[in-house]
């Protein structure tokens, strides 16, 4: 009897301690997709690079599903532009539209200094089960999600702090 008191408290800190080393989506946060939180990403697969293709190997990818008619999408475009400057030696920030390439290379502003793809399938963003943009997730060296959502959401926000600390805990 003895054995079973001392180990369910071990138990208990052990279930602690790995709930703690996952991340979670906060109560209250909406998304408007499938939760791919803590699971590995599908592949990143597009139709065409309106820019050059990045090279992935080693770092943490931001994945912005976007579209050039879309006012908060174009609100988040000047942050993700300081995330790709500000943090390039972690991190790869890739856009991902369903219009086609000479749409997206119409858009002048805001002017988008970071990877941009077209995929009029719209392939991820049906695996991610995306019914809102933007849309987006963060993946971490080995292809696990470990953030996801729209990032202006007030209180909720993807920030340089929130990637930093995701950087340090999972590269």
């Not at 009897?1 to 001392?6: A, P, R």
Request: positive net charge; aromatic residues 8%; charged residues 30%.
């Amino acid at each position: 009897m003895k054995l079973v008191k001392f180990s369910l408290p071990l138990i208990l800190i052990l279930i602690a301690f790995t709930a703690k080393s996952q991340e979670v989506n906060p109560p209250g946060k909406k998304i408007w997709a499938k939760s791919f939180l803590n699971q590995k990403a599908p592949e990143i697969v597009v139709d065409k690079w309106v820019t050059d293709e990045p090279k992935l190997k080693g770092k943490f990818v931001i994945v912005d599903f976007w579209a050039t008619w879309c006012p908060p999408c174009k609100r988040a475009i000047p942050e993700l532009n300081k995330f790709a400057k500000d943090l390039k030696k972690d991190v790869v920030v890739i856009g991902i539209s369903a219009e086609p390439p000479e749409k997206i290379q119409k858009m002048q502003t805001p002017k988008i200094e970071y990877f941009v793809a077209s995929d009029p399938q719209r392939r991820m963003m049906k695996q991610l089960e995306i019914k809102g943009i933007p849309h987006v997730i963060v993946i971490d060296p080995k292809g696990i999600v470990r953030w996801e959502g729209l990032p202006i959401l007030p209180n909720y926000e993807l920030t340089e702090e929130k990637l930093k600390e995701l950087i340090k805990k999972y590269k």
